[in-house]
């Protein structure tokens, strides 16, 4: 069973501060990853997309991988109160024509302004 | 730009009822996904369709059924609604292999 593991939160930052988002994964093929941001009764969103190891930057959000152990993260730096939401990290299957995403179950972010 | 739509947004059923949850994305993405997402339990996938013609099963497929009508359209179909199928379902695309997905509004569906 493949799994995608974060800390359900609520993580807690004042407004301005950086939020710090975790996440690990089991299948150590997988080959690309993805964090959405979920406001409360929406549908996900796709806020960053990573497929190598190192950082990628966008805006205030920066994704940091680290395949060898089996880690991804998202910074928000500046953080807002309408940053407030549950991020979902999302990790591809390995295998030939593997089509499917795994899913963690979210951790809730909320910024205090 | 209506991305992937979905219909209805909110449905309320009796138990053993049937119906049919629609899907329609303007994209021309080849794949198509049907989750549900409970609380603590995240977004988990019930069916999908990695091209126009085909279709598998997910980690929850039991109590549903999918047809993908064409390369736009991915229908989930519910035989007999029981209670634990009352979530919120989630419609999603993507062009393929390890592309992202892209959701729909959602469908929340009650079963009494």
């Known amino acids: 069973q493949k799994e995608v593991e974060q800390n359900s939160g609520p993580l807690s930052v004042p407004e301005g501060a950086i939020a710090s988002l975790n996440c690990t994964y089991s299948?150590?093929?997988?080959?690309?990853f993805f964090w959405y941001r979920q406001y409360s009764g929406k549908s996900p969103e796709l806020i960053m997309s990573i497929y190598s190891n190192g950082d990628k930057e966008d805006g205030r959000f920066t994704a940091q991988l680290n395949k060898a152990s089996q880690y991804v993260s998202l910074l928000i730096r500046d953080s807002q109160p309408s940053d407030s939401a549950t991020y979902l990290c999302?990790?591809?299957?390995?295998?030939?024509?593997?089509?499917?995403?795994?899913f963690g179950k979210g951790t809730k972010l909320s910024v205090i302004p | 730009n209506a991305g992937v739509t979905q219909t209805p947004k909110f449905q309320v059923l009796k138990t053993g009822q049937s119906m049919t949850l629609q899907c329609a994305q303007d994209m021309n993405h080849n794949s198509m996904y049907w989750y549900r997402q409970d609380p603590g339990m995240g977004l988990r996938l019930i069916y999908y369709?990695?091209?126009?013609?085909?279709?598998d099963k997910g980690e929850v497929p039991n109590g549903y059924n999918v047809s993908r009508l064409n390369k736009r359209e991915f229908s989930l179909r519910l035989e007999s609604a029981a209670p634990s199928q009352t979530s919120v379902y989630f419609c999603?695309?993507?062009?393929?292999?390890?592309?992202?997905?892209?959701f729909g509004d959602g469908t929340r569906l009650s079963i009494l």
């Open positions: 999603a695309s993507s062009t393929g292999g390890n592309q992202p997905q892209h």
């Open positions: 299948d150590r093929g997988s080959q690309s």
């Open positions: 369709s990695a091209s126009e013609g085909t279709t």
């Open positions: 999302a990790v591809s299957d390995s295998g030939a024509g593997s089509y499917q995403l795994t």
